[in-house]
């Protein structure tokens, strides 16, 4: 079996081409561009696009299948991205801070096998090392591109490298579209849910039907490094519906704090954007000795004709963004006025048996996808996994 080899980049690419230089608009028409900020490690993404205005347009910059795009200038953690082209639209252009790399056919059969290749963990280092710049903008030249060095397996070992790692990732494609499609499905159940007839419904308050406590209060960051006592913190509550106890943090301290039980909703008081305030979370367990970080509110819900797991999701739903939305104050990062909040007048179902119907519905979907997200994890580690072995030679592939 033939030996893995070292080049440096001069040798491994044949030549480059940075894109056009377009003025840009948000409207739609037939000439969307790929920026810098439409590259991710790996592969393109075309949620957020912006299209060339009328002017005069280089054809050469229209993007083909397979074409391996480097972003030369970006902050100093994005700056050095590539990904490669997949017809993900019929057509687009790419604009000057994006670089198209061809590769010299005497070493590269691949180009899926590069693009791999320049997304491993030991490359994304040695191009971060090469970026020149300020705390805010950051370029990589072709000279010290060039000058980098990768190790390459045969041409034939590259195609099958790069057969296998495609079809992993067509899998974990395949599972992201899936978790996407059940994420939909939920939040329009919600809708639903949430949408009672009158008769069922009553007009409540927060202000009413409990109270409030604040999180940890007097720490600073030599309280977090270590402990025996734990806190629920900001991404817990941002990220879960209930919260994960596998997810608490760990402090220590000797002030009185105020402890969190069974049953309490827990809200996070700012965000940059007005949409992720008073993202709303609850604990369904018995836990001890626990706490809630300083960045969100507790309240312990007093009524018995309420239950928890429904108002989180309430909150979380259409219905209790727009709330949130409504009264969220600030311009470049808002903030829940508390009081108002819990004035504010809300519909929920009168019936706690509704409720609770409600709660179990929503949150087997959330098993459901949840699953799923574990199932992606898991192939995106041996993504990672093999990515590592037969893209450094460790683990080599009979190609005969």
Not at 23 to 37: A, H, R, V
Not at 289 to 311: A, E, H, P, Q, V
Not at 340 to 353: A, M, Q, T
Not at 388 to 393: P, Y
Request: hydrophobic share 35%; net charge positive; proline share 2%.
């Amino acid at each position: 079996m033939e030996s893995v080899k070292e080049y440096n980049l001069g040798q491994l690419i044949k030549n480059t081409r940075l894109g056009g230089n377009y003025n840009t608009t948000l409207i739609p028409n037939q000439n969307p561009l790929i920026k810098m900020g439409n590259l991710d490690r790996g592969k393109i993404r075309i949620n957020k696009l912006e299209y060339i205005k009328s002017q005069d347009i280089n054809e050469n910059d229209i993007l083909k299948y397979g074409d391996v795009l480097f972003n030369t200038r970006n902050t100093p953690e994005l700056v050095g991205k590539i990904a490669i082209w997949k017809n993900e639209l019929k057509k687009a252009y790419y604009n000057s801070n994006l670089m198209l790399l061809k590769f010299n056919s005497k070493y590269i059969a691949d180009n899926f096998y590069m693009n791999y290749l320049f997304n491993t963990k030991n490359f994304i280092k040695k191009t971060n090392s090469i970026a020149i710049g300020t705390t805010s903008v950051a370029a990589i030249y072709n000279r010290d591109l060039m000058k980098l060095t990768v190790k390459i397996v045969p041409k034939k070992e590259q195609k099958k490298i790069a057969n296998i790692l495609t079809n992993i990732d067509n899998l974990i494609d395949s599972l992201q579209k899936t978790i996407k499609k059940k994420e939909k499905i939920r939040n329009q159940a919600m809708m639903v849910l949430f949408n009672g007839k009158n008769e069922d419904l009553k007009t409540i308050s927060l202000s009413q039907i409990g109270c409030t406590y604040n999180g940890l209060s007097g720490m600073n960051s030599s309280n977090f490094d270590g402990g025996s006592k734990r806190y629920i913190t900001f991404l817990n509550i941002l990220n879960n519906p209930i919260v994960k106890e596998e997810l608490f943090g760990k402090f220590h301290c000797n002030n009185i704090q105020n402890k969190v039980q069974k049953g309490d909703l827990f809200f996070n008081t700012s965000s940059e954007t007005p949409e992720d305030v008073a993202m709303c979370s609850t604990i369904d367990y018995d836990v001890s000795d626990t706490y809630l970080n300083s960045f969100c509110f507790g309240f312990r819900i007093t009524d018995k004709s309420i239950d928890n797991k429904y108002l989180s999701y309430f909150f979380r739903s259409k219905y209790g963004r727009n709330i949130v939305k409504a009264i969220a104050q600030g311009s470049t990062r808002f903030n829940l006025p508390k009081e108002k909040f819990l004035n504010y007048e809300i519909k929920i179902h009168s019936d706690i048996d509704r409720q609770i119907e409600i709660s179990v519905i929503l949150l087997n979907m959330d098993k459901e996808i949840e699953k799923l997200n574990t199932k992606l994890n898991k192939y995106i580690k041996i993504k990672e996994g093999m990515m590592e072995d037969l893209l450094t030679g460790k683990v080599r592939l009979n190609y005969e």
